[in-house]
């Protein structure tokens, strides 16, 4: 059971340039989200998903954009890396938003830096 | 607007000791669960204990124990007998029960350090 796998592990990015970070789960959770960690600091949501095909804003979504065609995956796009965007990207899950079913599982996370 | 707050940035003890790590939190809501997470060196958000605010009794996993005060807003942490595998940053989170976003708000973080 590999939980949540996030891909890839390290990247570095210039200023301007644009990638994906990759979110898979296969626990058939409902609920996805992804955060950002930035140095000394806890986490902050950045997008969140209810299911496939519904997706949301959260406290940090500047600059970023989500799809979620699958239960199984939610990527996170980047289109024009800046400095600020320099940060460790967790992706999680969950089964559903009521309170008892919402344990959310984390990926390894991503550490992202735009030079 | 709910917030969490730990107000101890760093802490140490020596190994097989007992630390306790603080976290308040801020909310108007009687329903909700609260969370501590442990991140290791590795990064992997691991959830380690987990309280729900209707429950009195304190939750317990194994060598860790929380001391719930629904009236003064705290949260804390005990970990009993600490191994060297429990250095890690460690933070408290908080979920609304009114929360459309299912959002965790993380604190800020406190680093542990079990000494040899």
């Known amino acids: 059971n590999a939980g949540v796998t996030q891909t890839p592990k390290f990247r570095i990015l210039k200023i301007g340039q644009s990638m994906t970070l990759q979110c898979a789960q296969d626990m058939n959770h409902n609920y996805m989200y992804w955060y950002r960690q930035d140095p000394g600091m806890g986490l902050k949501l950045i997008y969140y998903s209810v299911g496939a095909g519904i997706t949301d804003k959260g406290e940090v979504p500047n600059g970023y954009n989500v799809s979620r065609s699958t239960t199984e995956d939610f990527p996170l796009r980047l289109e024009l890396a800046a400095p600020s965007q320099t940060s460790v990207y967790f992706c999680a899950s969950s089964y559903g938003q009521a309170l008892s079913k919402n344990i959310q599982y984390f990926g390894a996370g991503t550490r992202l830096s735009v030079l | 607007a709910q917030t969490v707050t730990q107000s101890q940035p760093e802490m140490s003890v020596q190994e097989a000791e007992t630390v306790t790590l603080s976290c308040t939190y801020d909310?108007?809501?009687?329903?909700?669960?609260l969370f501590w997470y442990k991140q290791p060196p590795s990064r992997q958000m691991i959830l380690v204990i987990r309280q729900e605010a209707y429950k009195q009794q304190n939750a317990t996993e194994n060598r860790f124990s929380v001391n719930f005060q629904k009236a003064a807003k705290s949260f804390s942490l005990k970990i009993s007998d600490s191994q060297l595998g429990d250095t890690a940053m460690y933070f408290c989170?908080?979920?609304?029960?009114?929360?459309?976003?299912?959002?965790?708000?993380f604190g800020q973080g406190t680093t542990l350090q079990v000494k040899p």
């Open positions: 989170a908080f979920i609304s029960g009114s929360s459309n976003t299912g959002k965790l708000i």
């Open positions: 909310t108007s809501e009687s329903n909700y669960y």
